[in-house]
């Protein structure tokens, strides 16, 4: 071989060895048995030993049920100023409370309905108060798999549910506490959430040969709802509302009247003792009396919460008074 042919022989690695090379095929990512195109249905769809998956099909007695939000008008007053939920590690009942009522189920089947909430994104958010709004503050913290929590009415007929006419979830607490083992919803605070209602149907005996795809649960969420989580209230818009729509906090409602305020029942004053009424009468009393009808400024307190406080704080001054006692027998002795 001279060195004329050496020079006409492409390089390995030149344009036009890489043209004439053949074009070879890759080998597909997916099993002979499994097609590559995405499912033709939900995610939830169930596969078959032929190469196309099987279609999943709603359930009969889900596909006419329908959910409504109960106290949709006060909710979508919460979400126009951007809805905070207060989160304690001992629990925080929610407020708005979720209620809705269920329409549209077969009578003689059975159903069960729980609740959870997900994170509507992966971000942390902190309020900027001079923008007045929840600004995104950097990427949120590991999510953990939401807690369902299920109504405790469940199982029951359709007929129950529907008669029922609201389906309160008035006991669900929001804590912050990853190790709670109180079957609180667990949540972080600064984050975003989606509360999703979860209607399950169980079907009959009869159904025992019904088709493997069949959808058993349905998922209603509704964008109203959404809420920040917060250990203390950043909107003071939002403070004013729930004080102003929560029947529980009238105590709360008493303190708009000025400390020098001597009308006795109106300034709840009617609830103290004689001794303290009489106290109150100066204006150094009637101010302790607003502060302590008000015993927090920045989020609603609840009687499971209070209580817990009182308790900690008599605890902590029979103690101090043991040592008082200990130290003057000792000088004493």
């Not at 389906?167 to 999703?196: E, W």
Request: proline residues 8%.
């Amino acid at each position: 071989m001279d060195g004329r042919e050496r020079k006409k022989r492409p390089l390995p690695f030149s344009i036009e060895c890489l043209l004439s090379a053949p074009c070879q095929k890759k080998p597909s990512l997916f099993p002979p048995n499994i097609s590559s195109s995405p499912p033709p249905s939900l995610p939830c769809s169930s596969s078959s030993s032929s190469s196309a998956a099987s279609p999943s099909v709603l359930h009969h007695a889900l596909q006419s049920a329908q959910i409504r939000l109960e106290g949709a008008s006060l909710w979508r007053r919460f979400h126009a100023l951007g809805t905070e939920m207060i989160v304690t590690r001992s629990g925080r009942r929610m407020f708005p409370t979720l209620q809705v009522a269920i329409v549209r189920l077969e009578r003689n089947l059975i159903y069960s309905l729980m609740v959870d909430f997900q994170r509507t994104d992966r971000k942390r958010y902190r309020y900027s108060f001079h923008q007045s709004k929840w600004v995104v503050a950097g990427p949120g913290e590991a999510e953990f798999p939401a807690r369902m929590h299920v109504h405790p009415d469940s199982p029951a007929l359709g007929d129950h549910w529907m008669r029922l006419q609201v389906v309160c979830f008035d006991k669900v607490k929001l804590t912050n506490n990853l190790l709670d083992q109180n079957g609180h919803a667990i949540v972080n605070s600064m984050h975003r959430y989606q509360p999703r209602f979860h209607l399950v149907v169980h079907p009959s005996p009869a159904e025992s040969n019904a088709p493997k795809n069949w959808l058993k649960r349905r998922i209603f969420a509704f964008p109203e709802t959404t809420f920040m989580a917060v250990t203390a209230y950043q909107n003071h818009r939002i403070t004013e509302l729930k004080i102003e729509s929560n029947p529980f906090a009238k105590g709360f409602r008493e303190c708009d009247l000025p400390f020098g305020s001597n009308n006795g029942e109106s300034d709840g004053m009617s609830t103290m003792a004689p001794n303290d009424r009489t106290k109150a009468k100066n204006g150094t009393g009637a101010a302790m009396q607003w502060l302590l009808n008000c015993p927090i400024a920045f989020g609603l307190i609840d009687n499971e919460d209070s209580a817990n406080g009182r308790r900690e704080t008599d605890e902590k001054e029979g103690k101090r008074q043991k040592a008082i006692l200990l130290k003057e027998k000792n000088l004493n002795g």
